[in-house]
């Protein structure tokens, strides 16, 4: 099976108790994207996604315009891999 694109996020800010996950989630179902989104014990929101390197740009930009005002910083990689996930979840 060939590599895709992961893409992984760490949000911090007012970003758990918004709707930051679900918000997410509604997104994620507008891209052509696999992965999870989940609340950290120390405050910040982890997103992990994979798809194609030009949906997941996509899926991020969308993240980053739609929830601007809960996101103080983002801090963002991206790798190749194969895939491990099927669907989008909230964790």
Not at 28 to 57: I, K, Q, T, Y
Not at 76 to 91: E, K, V
């Amino acid at each position: 099976m060939a590599d895709i694109s992961l893409l992984l996020a760490h949000y911090s800010g007012r970003v758990q108790g918004v709707g930051f996950r679900s918000a997410v989630l509604q997104l994620a179902r507008e891209f052509e994207v696999a992965g999870f989104v989940r609340n950290l014990p120390d405050g910040r929101v982890e997103l992990e996604a994979e798809g194609r390197a030009d949906e997941l740009a996509a899926f991020a930009t969308a993240v980053a315009e739609r929830l601007h005002g809960h996101i103080r910083r983002v801090e963002q990689s991206t790798r190749q891999r194969p895939p491990q996930h099927a669907g989008f979840q909230i964790r």
